[in-house]
């Protein structure tokens, strides 16, 4: 079991890694990509074939770009060779490259920018998007999910929300309410960005509004969640949306419906699905949301969980989660995300 997501993450690794190659490894392979060495990105233009991280230092979050050297510090780069660059993800998302591919390009060329790159197991990491005006959530999204909590298919997409409060970050901690909850329980989920404006817009275009995937854990806690009739209680209480390390841009993932993704709780494998088992798709999530309100860029979607939560067992297995625990989520092509318990 241990073997079969060591493969899973060497391969959903070396998808990162290729895609941040091909088009940030310096001016030869940059031509190699399409991009050209002499070409630039017009103003407002979104990055491609970039994966952003959010570094957390001294209480401040800042912008990194994974590249084959490691971590960009985007903002110690833009002090090193004075350039006026977005320096923390909102900013990116919210206005575009504004010369950002220029500067990660200048300084994997060059030889004054060793101590830019940081080593990823010494970052502290703040979550993958840190200011959305909107955390949308898709329930019962998936046809084996719907089978094993014995709910009926629904026909239209299940929204619901979270709050700002609970976003959380690799390598977080979840501090339990114990005082109020005791039913806490994992789901794996796809999580899309937006990065454009979208108001009704069709399922066939829907696709090119993103900004971006990553991925993340609709933590819950079961018994808050069926109190009422409605899903928020159980849902936002505080760090109960960890989302990231990596922010792939869309461009690297051309079909959301095509990712292996798993959850494993202290080593044991409890979820292991793919994306194609959604019952609405990320496009037909996006165009139908946009038909009732306004997606912003930044808005995030947690797009479902598969089979295999708690919550499906019968009841005499349902072993529910508790302080000590270890959580790994992966998804195909954008890593490993981690948090912790207490």
């Known amino acids: 079991m241990e073997t079969n997501r060591r493969d899973f993450?060497?391969?959903?690794?070396?998808?990162?890694?290729?895609?941040?190659?091909?088009?940030?490894?310096?001016?030869?392979a940059?031509?190699?990509?399409?991009?050209?060495?002499?070409?630039?990105v017009v103003p407002g233009e979104m990055p491609k074939g970039m994966t952003f991280v959010t570094i957390s230092k001294s209480g401040e979050y800042s912008l990194g770009v994974k590249t084959e050297k490691g971590i960009l510090d985007v903002k110690a780069a833009s002090r090193l060779f004075k350039k006026n660059v977005p320096v923390i993800i909102d900013d990116v998302i919210q206005r575009g490259d504004q010369g950002l591919t220029a500067l990660v390009r200048t300084a994997l060329d060059s030889s004054k920018a060793k101590g830019l790159f940081l080593d990823e197991e010494t970052i502290k990491f703040g979550p993958c998007v840190t200011n959305p005006e909107k955390i949308l959530m898709l329930g019962f999204n998936y046809?084996?999910?719907?089978?094993?909590?014995?709910?009926?298919?629904?026909?239209s997409p299940v929204l619901f929300t979270k709050c700002n409060n609970s976003l959380n970050s690799h390598k977080g901690v979840i501090k339990l309410p114990t005082n109020v909850a005791t039913k806490f329980d994992y789901e794996v989920e796809l999580v899309v960005v937006m990065g454009k404006t979208a108001h009704m817009v069709s399922e066939a275009?829907?696709?090119?509004?993103?900004?971006?995937?990553?991925?993340?854990?609709?933590?819950?806690?079961?018994?808050?969640?069926?109190k009422t009739s409605q899903f928020l209680l159980g849902k936002s209480c505080d760090g109960f949306a960890p989302i990231g390390p990596y922010l792939v841009t869309a461009d690297q993932i051309p079909d959301p419906n095509n990712l292996k993704l798993e959850c494993y709780v202290n080593g044991e494998r409890r979820q292991s699905s793919n994306t194609n088992d959604m019952i609405f798709k990320v496009a037909t999530i996006i165009s139908y949301a946009s038909q009732h309100f306004t997606l912003k860029p930044g808005d995030i979607f947690f797009t479902g969980t598969p089979e295999g939560v708690i919550l499906g067992m019968p009841p005499e297995k349902q072993v529910w989660l508790k302080t000590?625990?270890?959580?790994?989520?992966?998804?195909?092509?954008?890593?490993?995300l981690k948090f912790s318990l207490v």
Not at 9 to 28: E, F, Q, W, Y
């Open 143 to 155: 046809w084996k999910h719907c089978k094993e909590t014995h709910t009926p298919i629904p026909t």
């Open 205 to 226: 275009e829907a696709l090119s509004y993103a900004f971006g995937y990553c991925t993340g854990n609709d933590f819950s806690a079961r018994d808050l969640q069926f």
């Open 30 to 40: 940059l031509a190699g990509a399409g991009l050209g060495a002499g070409a630039t």
């Open 9 to 28: 993450l060497k391969t959903a690794g070396a998808a990162i890694m290729a895609g941040t190659a091909g088009m940030l490894t310096g001016s030869r």
């Open 324 to 336: 000590g625990d270890k959580i790994i989520t992966v998804i195909e092509k954008l890593g490993e």
